[in-house]
């Protein structure tokens, strides 16, 4: 549910380095673009693309769903594994 509310609700401003994402109470939280690490620990699309687990596990057995984002927008994925690296960020 919140990163359907970070998608949906929130609007997204790239800034060359990620995204501003500023919600409907006007606070805003910075999301880098720090792209992601594979299982065999290549790193790839920094600056390009960033991706953010979350809490939830995916219907998949390998992950957790995570929100992608990049200078043409911003989706909701499963099924990353588990081995990989995606970017952790804390919102309370």
């Known amino acids: ?35 992601y690490r594979y299982c065999d620990g290549d790193v790839s699309d920094v600056g390009t693309y960033g991706f953010c687990w979350s809490s939830t596990p995916s219907d998949s057995d390998s992950g957790a769903w995570s929100l992608g984002f990049g200078s043409s927008g911003v989706c909701m994925y499963n099924g990353y594994a588990r081995c990989g690296g995606l970017s952790v960020r804390l919102v309370k």
């Open 1 to 35: 549910q919140q990163l359907e509310e970070l998608q949906n609700k929130c609007t997204w401003t790239w800034t060359g380095f990620g995204h501003k994402v500023t919600g409907p109470n006007g606070n805003s939280i910075f999301l880098p673009a720090a792209g």
